[in-house]
């Protein structure tokens, strides 16, 4: 390299490195500047130069061995001082784009024998499948993903979800379908995911339940629930306000949650549910009259909206209030009410509604609150009426 004092030599590999680092192409200084070279592999075309100021690793792969040689050999001569004449330098050629290697997003396994034991799974990759590779439970260096957008660990073995999926910022999409989950925890509810989770897959597993906090994840557009025991779906599942996509086929729901009327679906598959008949003049009471201190103070702090949280109240109060019971005049109830069932058709909330039976029924029973007597029997006059 003719003209380039021996401070200031400048080695292709080392010079993209640093320009990587500082953002711009620009010389790296190699003269006392090597802090290590690893040379285990060079007869397979790999090494590794490591550098104190950038302080970056160099990795070469896939070269001429021969030519590799050379290039460390100069790296080395050139960190101790040596004069520029005597390096072993062979002209350089820069590589073309298709020898470039570009950072890889995208990775599929769908068997075990693929799947990587002992090496890492690449730091860019914005999208991992990872099916039918009998998982029990998923693997920690996912989990250092942070570019990860699209993740599908469908078709394992999976029983319980590390809290540590909230850290993946960048994951739009969860897929867990077929494992063997029994919960989806609080702590991933109020994660990271709050803000960029769109799809959700937990169909086939064994889900009884998901938390109330569930529903702060209000970026979901699709979420499936297929094939599990759900017996109740979120408390208030109408807070999903980008939700269009829901399916909760073959689960054990006998009734939808009262806020299931505020959801604006494109489509909706609830088939193969045991759905109660409704009947609004069976009435559950639950009426304590009269109202308690605690049952005033409630419905008052939500009524009136005022702020309250766990620095002011017990949690179990605060998670309490945010359960309450909406009647059909827009007051709150806590845990004095009446409680009823009424027919729904699901058309209400949906564009396309998969048939609920195999009769042709689009309807399903939907849990309706009063606050107190009267607002229940201007509620029956009305259906009384209207059923003549």
Known sequence: LPGVAPVELLVPHVAAAASAAKGRWRPARVQDNVERLFTRFVE???????????????????????????????????????????????????????????????????????????????????????????????????????????????????????????????????????NHLESFSVALCNS???????????????????????????????????DNELIRLPFKVGQLSHLRFLSAARNKLPFLPSDFRKLSLENLDLFGNPFEQSNPLVPNIQLKIPLTLLECAARATVNYRIPYGCHLLPSHLCEDLQVAKTCQCGSACLSSFIQITVTMNLHHVAHTVVLVDNMGGTEAPVICYFCSLDCYSQFLDRYLQSNG
Request: proline residues 5%.
């Open 44 to 178: 397979e075309g790999k090494a590794t130069v490591r550098l104190r100021e950038p302080a970056v690793d160099v990795c070469v792969s896939k070269a001429d061995v021969s030519n590799l040689k050379n290039f460390l050999s100069a790296v080395r001569l050139a960190h101790q001082g040596a004069d520029i004449g005597t390096l072993p330098l062979s002209p350089l050629v820069p590589a073309k784009t298709s020898e470039v290697e570009k950072p890889k997003t995208k990775m599929i396994i769908t068997s075990r024998r693929d799947y990587p034991l002992t090496k890492s799974f690449p730091y860019s990759l914005e999208h991992l499948q990872a099916s039918y590779c009998k998982l029990a439970r998923i693997d920690t260096r996912v989990l250092c993903l942070k570019k990860l957008r699209k993740l599908d660990l469908s078709h394992n073995h999976i029983k319980q979800l590390p809290a540590t999926i909230g850290d993946l910022v960048c994951l739009q999409e969860l897929n867990l379908h077929n």
């Open 192 to 226: 990271t995911l709050q803000k960029s989770l769109q799809f959700l897959d937990l169909s086939q597993n064994k889900i009884k339940a998901l938390p109330i906090q569930f529903c702060q994840l209000r970026e979901l557009v699709n979420l499936k629930l297929d």
